[in-house]
């Protein structure tokens, strides 16, 4: 990767009732940033959060203006509205997101940085090892498993929200999930625009305040739903229309 002077670089976090963890989430993205970019910018998409993430967002744009954005959703519109929202504030050439709720560290992002070469349009982080409830380790597993077979995607954990993205790639491709799906969307496009990726590994923390939104029975229901009609739309449908599965 060329030097901080020379990189371009938005980050975003899709939050949901994040509120305890965001002050300390960006204190740590603010100091690692002036150190691996020239230019950036930091993005929080408040995804219709009922809690005090409202307010205490309105704080930290104070104290970190004029780099810290907020995009609010007045109603939740789901993960996938909330990245959706995030990929159309970035505006810098390098596009990086994380969770909002602090399960991974945006202090390991150099190490994305530093495998971002001219040929290369994907950094995926993998989980060292995942520090959740065995019940949350299994049904990931399983979820990894089914869409990596079902839509024969290389890299090895789907499920880590912790990308480097060149923007103009995602400028080319169409994203219309609005559930978790969306990575395995993101992904799956984003290997068929056979952009070189590389993977990292990073560190996976407990989650110290709040719960997940997708670990529950009705989310998990409507998710595994939302990946079988995902594999019709891209993997079926293309093969029958002949179409560009990255705009399906």
Known sequence: MSQPGGVSLSVFFPAYNDAPALPALLEKTFAVLPRCAGDFEVIVINDGSQDATGEVLAELRRKYAPHLRVVTHPENRGYGGALRSGFAAATK???????????????????????????????????????????????????????????????????????????????????????????????????????????????????????????????????????????????????VNGQDARLA
Request: overall charge positive.
């Open 93 to 239: 050439e390098l596009v990086f997101y994380t969770d909002g709720d602090g399960q991974f560290d945006p202090g390991e992002l150099p190490r994305l940085l530093e495998r971002m070469t001219p040929e290369v349009g994907l950094v995926n982080g993998y989980k060292l090892q995942r520090h959740d409830p065995w019940h949350r380790v299994w049904i990931g597993k399983v979820y990894n498993s089914m869409a990596r077979l079902l839509f024969r995607i290389r890299i090895r954990d789907i499920d880590c929200d912790f990308r480097l993205i060149r923007r103009r790639l995602l400028e080319e491709i169409r994203l219309t999930s609005t559930s978790g799906t969306i990575c395995v969307e993101l992904v799956r496009k984003l290997e068929l625009s056979h952009c070189r990726v590389e993977e990292v590994g990073v560190h996976h923390y407990p989650r110290m305040h709040g719960r997940s939104q997708f670990f529950r029975v009705r989310s998990l229901a409507r998710t595994f739903w939302q990946l079988l009609r995902l594999y019709v739309r891209l993997v079926i449908l293309p093969r």
